[in-house]
């Protein structure tokens, strides 16, 4: 009969952590890549979680132009989370003079007349509230 005792049990704990720390893990580490045929050239990239949901807002340029539909207007800002951002992408905030935000996203319709019908039959089920604006060098214009 074999006695283990807590001398053997540390030992093995300890092998078993260092090899832990041995294995390779590709979260994080930088990977090089270099382009075929040119060895100067070097392009390299940095290895992320993916995340759960690609909704993430991101800040409009102050000199933008063009048609945006305006989700939502808060007095604070909204979380990543917020319930309305799971049912649209690539959107967009800006805060405006009045200190509210404004939550957008990008249409490009070859008329207004298709975007009202995007408005009405798509956006506005999930956004109650949604309206056109018109973005001409970062000045907005409701489109009634």
Known sequence: MKVITCKSIRMIAIIWIG?????????????????K????????????????????????????SGHMIEL?????????????????GNIYYSKMRNG????????KFATRKEMRKFLNNVVKPNAPDARLIFYRTGKRKVLK
Request: charged letters at 20%.
């Open 19 to 35: 090899l832990l720390c041995l294995a390779p893990s590709s979260y994080g580490q930088e990977d090089i890549l270099t382009v």
């Open 37 to 64: 045929g040119k060895k100067s050239q070097v392009l390299s990239y940095k290895k992320e979680a993916v995340p759960q949901r690609f909704g993430h807002h991101k800040k409009l340029s102050a000199s933008f």
């Open 72 to 88: 939502i207007q808060s007095e604070v800002p909204l979380s990543r989370s917020y319930p309305l951002f799971n049912h649209f």
């Open 100 to 107: 509210e935000y404004s939550y957008t996203v990008e249409v």
